[in-house]
């Protein structure tokens, strides 16, 4: 079985950063994407990697890129939706692959064995994804005014990595437009097939405000030390 992995790095990250790309942010002495690209490439699992980048900085992507894995990680720019900067790498990705493992640059402190677990749920299923139980009390509010408390029991908070047989992914991708979805799981999910979560980790935070720039940046001290 040959694995594949995409880094979806092309967002701009207008919630942390307007007018910087999210993915080049410094996180405890190195640009995010660094941090991202290197939990991947610690994956024993996986036998080649794409990185996608924003049209706009794809230059600068590539020279980062290099720097820490040579020519052997090829680059490409994303599209205007993240289902399109999905496709534009799956288009990168070597003939010869079987599955294939999604993560975003906006989780850099996922660890190799999150990567494994996914992988492992393709055994049986079209799909692996690393989710967290909710703990939460869930309510449903219209306006500021409560409807219900949701049953929790049965809810999911989704990270990445998530991992596809490819065959099933592009079967799904093509079964419909995808730019609604909000990962590529719920492709799958649209189309009838089976999604598995796996357990994920409470550190493998998405960063997504400068609130999340700080812990990561707590938590990646802390791992060094």
């Keep these: ?3 594949w992995a995409i880094v979806v790095a092309a967002g701009e990250g207008t919630r942390i950063a307007a007018g910087a790309p999210k993915a080049l ?8 994407l660094a941090w991202s690209l290197d939990a991947v490439l610690a994956s024993e699992s996986i036998d080649g990697v794409v990185v996608v980048c924003g049209e706009s900085w794809r230059d ?13 990680v090829p680059v490409c720019a994303g599209g205007r939706s993240r289902h399109a900067s999905v496709r534009n790498g799956l288009e990168q990705i070597g003939a010869d692959a079987d599955r294939v493992v999604v993560h975003d640059a906006a989780r850099p402190l ?11 749920a ?5 799909a692996g994804i690393c989710a967290i139980p909710v703990t939460d009390t869930i309510k449903r509010a219209s306006g500021d005014a409560v409807i219900e408390t949701v049953d929790r029991s049965a ?6 990595p998530q991992a596809f047989r490819l065959a099933d992914l592009l079967e799904a991708a093509a079964a419909g ?16 097939m089976t999604v598995i979560v796996v357990p994920g980790d409470e550190r493998n935070i998405k960063i997504t405000t400068p ?10 001290r802390g791992r060094r030390t």
């Design 211 to 220: 609130a999340d720039l700080s812990i990561a940046e707590d938590l990646l």
């Design 177 to 192: 437009d995808g730019d609604a979805m909000t990962d590529e799981a719920a492709l799958l999910e649209r189309a009838g």
């Design 60 to 72: 600068e992507g590539e020279r980062l890129v290099r720097s820490i894995a040579g020519p052997r």
């Design 122 to 126: 393709l055994d049986r299923a079209s």
């Design 155 to 160: 809810l999911w908070r989704a990270q990445t």
């Design 1 to 3: 079985m040959t694995t």
């Design 110 to 120: 996922a660890g190799p064995e999150l990567f494994e677990r996914a992988l492992a």
């Design 25 to 32: 942010l410094p996180l405890a002495g190195r640009p995010m």
